[in-house]
T-cell receptor, first 115, second 117 residues
């Protein structure tokens, strides 16, 4: 069975600093995809970044990058130069690729950016 | 392009009442799903559909019913609401990567806040 673990319930980070949100996963499927979503206080789920299990390079999207260490089964989200608007819940999620679009979510990390 | 649209956004029900949460997408996605989010937890899959006429259960299906008569719509029915169904509900859609279609993004609706008293 798939499992996602986010061990940081909450984090406080000074504005403009970089922050790393941890995510480890467990799956026996060689084909899978990893997602990060942001959930602000308004409640919507905002897609941030995606990493496929066969992707050779770490995914990047603007200030977001995914530190993918396949052997360690970790997919940490790195936010560079944090901003006040980054304060939100962040969820790591995994799906089995190619025909199975079901997502398994972690419990999330609440990130608070301090001015 | 509206994306994934959920209605209603807020609803209060009495125990035993029934209701339907509506979900519609205009991206011609084959795959649609419903999740619930409870405090301190991530989203958990209730039901999903890989195309019109095809539905299946997720992790927490009890007390919910779904159907998929069109590609665009995927309603979630609460047959007899219970306080344990108080939650935030999210509908999601995506391309079916098993069909060879490209696309790595799973799109979510804005959520429906349901309270059962």
């Amino acid at each position: 069975a798939q499992k996602i673990t986010q061990t940081q319930p909450g984090m406080f980070v000074q504005e403009k600093e970089a922050v790393t949100l941890d995510c480890t996963y467990d799956t026996s499927d060689p084909s899978y995809g990893l997602f990060w979503y942001k959930q602000p206080s308004s409640g919507e789920m905002i897609f941030l970044i995606y990493q496929g299990s066969y992707d050779q390079q770490n995914a990047t999207e603007g200030r977001y990058s995914l530190n993918f260490q396949k052997a360690r089964k970790s997919a940490n989200l790195v936010i560079s130069a944090s901003q006040l608007g980054d304060s939100a819940m962040y969820f790591c999620a995994m799906r089995e690729a190619f025909g199975n679009e079901k997502l398994t979510f972690g419990t999330g990390t609440r990130l608070t950016i301090i001015p | 392009n509206a994306g994934v649209t959920q209605t209603p956004k807020f609803q209060v029900l009495k125990t035993g009442q029934s209701m339907t949460l509506q979900c519609a997408q205009d991206m011609n996605h084959e795959y649609m799903s419903w999740y619930r989010q409870d405090p301190g937890m991530g989203l958990r899959l209730i039901h999903y559909s890989v195309g019109a006429g095809i539905t299946d259960q997720g992790e927490v299906p009890n007390g919910y019913n779904v159907s998929r008569s069109t590609t665009e719509d995927f309603p979630l029915r609460l047959l007899s609401a219970a306080p344990s169904q108080t939650s935030v509900y999210f509908c999601a859609s995506s391309f079916d990567t098993g069909s060879g279609a490209s696309g790595n993004t799973i799109y979510f609706g804005e959520g429906s806040w349901l309270t059962v008293v």
